[in-house]
């Protein structure tokens, strides 16, 4: 799930000066998703932000950047199955010929050649072909270590772990887990500095966070919402940050947009 764009909506929502009511229908089990939001915000505390903070300070902004195409090209695979299923060809092909360029042209990924050249990035996961085949609106869950989700985008990471098509991609267990680490701090370096912009301006920086991520996810799958006067109805956010990857499922550890 997309949380480097959840955190630059949630921060668009806060510098406008909106307000967000203390509950929301969409959440209602907000008790259980506070108490997994506090959790998580002590776990990038102690973690993942010391973590991204030290591979900011050791590693060039191009590794960084190679890193990150990397492992984007391990999830448009992903993105080429789950449009198969969404009866999407066009974009299937699209993620297809993305894979086949970069991952030879580009190094195995290292170098985002595809889109420059016009192939556009339609990340997508199960949660989305969910979405595509009628479930549109769901509840708000914010998963352990994962962060924020709905009910229909948690069972959809459960299936792309499960059923990850570049799981061959690693010759062991064990560097599969490796890169999923780094993938994790890859995607939390981003976040740097993001997440204070929220909790300086946000009263009740959880509600900005679920706000900004239902907000998100229902302009990626169509969901209508009422217009509450956010300047969020034209935003391409996907064009302002990078899509967060992850070798086994489209949500990112650790749920950032909690620290500070």
Known sequence: MKLASTVLLAAVLATTGCASAPTSPQDPLEPMNRAVYRFNDVADRAVMKPLAQGYRT??????????????????????????????????????????????????????????????KSYKAGFGDTLARWGWKSSSYLVLPLLGPSTVRDGLGTAVNIAADPTGEAWPTHTSRSVGIGVNAVSVRERLLGMEKTVEEAALDPYSYTRDAYLALRAQQVGTPQLNDGSPTDDLDIDELVPVPTDPATQAVPVDASAAQ
Request: no cysteine; hydrophobic share 45%; proline share 6%.
């Open 58 to 119: 050791v590693t060039p902004q191009p590794a960084r950047t190679a890193v990150s195409n990397f492992f984007g090209n391990l999830r448009d695979v992903q993105s080429a199955l789950n449009h198969v299923l969404q009866a999407e060809p066009e974009r299937a092909l699209n993620d297809v010929m993305r894979v086949a360029i970069n991952s030879t042209f580009g190094l195995f990924g290292l170098i985002d050649i595809a889109t420059p050249a016009g192939l």
